[in-house]
C-alpha cells in the first residue's frame, strides 16, 4: 500500500525567501516515483517536479528542488525566492513502478497551502 | 495537441440519476486515472487503469464504475448519484515503468449532485 502524508495544512511565506513544503511516504515498492503538483485557484494541476526513487541526485526545475531522503522516506519540496504567484495548494504524490503491488497506481497526500506575502 | 480532454466541464444531477464521465488521452499514454477531489481537500484516486484492458480500485471506488474503452479513452460512470458524490472529478494519464515523467490532467468536471 502507498500513502503520502503532508503535515503542513498552511504555510506563509514572504516574497522572495525559501519555504520547504514537507512531505512524508511510505511504501512496500521496491521502486516508485515522487511528484509535486501545484493547484492555484483555477483548478488546474500543473506538474512541478519528479524523483525517482532510483535517482541518486535530487530534482532541481528551476526554483523547485526536491529535497529526497530515502532512509527517512521524505521527499520536500524547496521553493527558492518565493514569487506571489507561487500562492496555490501543492500536493506532494506518489506513483509506484514496474515490479511493485502499486505498479501504476498515483496517489496523492492531502496538500499545503501556500500564501505568499508581499 | 489537446492532451487530457473531459466531458462535461458541469453537472447538476438529482440523487438516484445515473451519468458518465468521459476521458480521453491523445499522447498514447498506457496508464488513466480518475480522481475526485472533495473542497480543501487532496485528490483520492476512485480507479486506476495501468494499461489497456485493465482496471483497479483505488481508495474510493464504492458508488463508481469505470471502462477502459481503449488505449485512449476511460469513462467514470455513477449509477445512483448521491450527494455524497458531489466533487470535482480529474482525469490523469502517464506512461509507468522506467518511463519517470509528469502526469497529465484534464481541466476537472464540476459535479453537483442534489
Known amino acids: 500500500a502507498q500513502k503520502i502524508t503532508q503535515t503542513q495544512p498552511g504555510m506563509f511565506v514572504q516574497e522572495k525567501e525559501a519555504v520547504t513544503l514537507d512531505c512524508t511516504y511510505d511504501?512496500?515498492?521496491?521502486?516508485?516515483?515522487l511528484f509535486w503538483y501545484k493547484q492555484p485557484s483555477s483548478g488546474e494541476m500543473i506538474f512541478l517536479i519528479y524523483q525517482g526513487s532510483y535517482d541518486q541526485q535530487n530534482a532541481t526545475e528551476g526554483r523547485y528542488s526536491l529535497n529526497f531522503q530515502k532512509a527517512r522516506k521524505s521527499a520536500n519540496l524547496v521553493i527558492s525566492a518565493s514569487q506571489l504567484g507561487d500562492s496555490a495548494m501543492y500536493f506532494c504524490a506518489m506513483r509506484g513502478l514496474a515490479g511493485g503491488t502499486s505498479y501504476g497506481k498515483l496517489t496523492f497526500g492531502q496538500g499545503t497551502i501556500l500564501t505568499v506575502h508581499p | 495537441n489537446a492532451g487530457v480532454t473531459q466531458t462535461p466541464k458541469f453537472q447538476v444531477l438529482k440523487t438516484g440519476q445515473s451519468m458518465t464521465l468521459q476521458c480521453a488521452q491523445d499522447?498514447?499514454?498506457?496508464?488513466m486515472y480518475w480522481y475526485r477531489q472533495d473542497p480543501g481537500m487532496g485528490l483520492r484516486l476512485i480507479y486506476y487503469?495501468?494499461?489497456?484492458?485493465?482496471?483497479d480500485k483505488g481508495e474510493v471506488p464504492n458508488g463508481y464504475n469505470v471502462s477502459r474503452l481503449n488505449k485512449r479513452e476511460f469513462s467514470l460512470r455513477l449509477e445512483s448519484a448521491a450527494p455524497s458524490q458531489t466533487s470535482v472529478y480529474f482525469c490523469?494519464?502517464?506512461?509507468?515503468?522506467?518511463?519517470?515523467?509528469?502526469?497529465?490532467f484534464g481541466p476537472g468536471t464540476r459535479l453537483t449532485v442534489t
Open positions: 487503469s495501468a494499461s489497456e484492458g485493465t482496471t
Open positions: 511504501t512496500s515498492d521496491p521502486s516508485y516515483g
Open positions: 490523469a494519464s502517464s506512461e509507468v515503468g522506467g518511463a519517470p515523467g509528469e502526469q497529465y
Open positions: 499522447m498514447n499514454h498506457n496508464s
